[in-house]
């Protein structure tokens, strides 16, 4: 079964635009969450979609979105970036949500923001 | 945002050595789960614990929740160097059904 993907891998963009991240679930799985990894901050939880409809979300501005498609898949969004973004952004799937099945991570995004 | 307490925050052992790490909280937890990050990869999953008292092994690894609910410990036996990463925990808060993760242990295995 294949695991978790995002893309890209890398991003580099400039303070002020928009970003967009894609994330693709094991197959069968109808939870994604994700989550924004710096240094200083560790793993801080943006938000949960569990069947196209956003079930958690942390404590990140209006900025920071997300949706998730009919297949499960789901995307990421970041509007007006700021220097502060810069993180790896992961995505996990889980089999009905984070907080009832485990949790299976993708290898990242890592943003830069300049 | 909300994190557990994970210690130590860092360790540097010898190849061979026993490692033991663990992450505590005020709060009662449902589930722990213990992962592995690699530098520039996702974390992976290692150990999922889901009773209090329940103690689980996977391969060397070896994880306890514990009995309170509010902590769970991580043993790692005769290490290697290919163990070297960070270890995260993360725990399914009972009163809000959230998983919280730790600050993380990054271990480093000298030959």
């Known amino acids: 079964k294949a695991g978790v993907t995002q893309t890209p891998r890398y991003l580099i963009k400039t303070r002020g635009q928009q970003v967009t991240l894609s994330c693709s679930p094991i197959?069968?799985?109808?939870?994604v969450s994700w989550y924004q990894q710096t240094p200083g901050q560790g793993l801080q939880f943006l938000f949960e979609?569990?069947?196209?409809?956003?079930?958690n979300k942390g404590n990140f501005p209006g900025r920071f979105s997300g949706r998730q498609f009919s297949n499960s898949r789901s995307e990421m969004n970041v509007s007006t970036l700021e220097l502060g973004d810069s993180a790896l952004y992961l995505c996990?799937?889980?089999?009905?949500?984070?907080?009832?099945?485990?949790?299976?991570f993708g290898p990242g995004t890592r943003l830069t923001v300049t | 945002g909300q994190q557990l307490n994970q210690s130590p925050q860092s360790m540097f052992i010898q190849e061979g050595e026993d490692v033991s790490m663990n992450c505590t909280s005020s709060?009662?937890?449902?589930?722990w789960l213990w992962y592995k990050q690699d530098p520039g990869e996702g974390p992976v999953l290692l150990i999922a614990?889901?009773?209090?008292?329940e103690l689980t092994s996977n391969g060397r690894l070896t994880a306890q929740f514990g009995i309170t609910r509010k902590d769970s410990f991580l043993n790692i036996s005769a290490s290697i160097p290919s163990d070297v990463g960070i270890y995260f925990c993360?725990?399914?808060?009972?009163?809000?059904?959230?998983?919280?993760f730790g600050t993380g242990t990054r271990l480093q295995v000298f030959p």
């Open positions: 996990a799937s889980s089999l009905m949500g984070q907080g009832q099945h485990e949790q299976y």
């Open positions: 197959s069968g799985h109808r939870s």
């Open positions: 979609y569990f069947s196209e409809t956003q079930r």
């Open positions: 709060s009662i937890f449902n589930t």
């Open positions: 614990l889901y009773k209090a008292g």
């Open positions: 993360a725990g399914r808060q009972y009163n809000t059904d959230k998983l919280i």
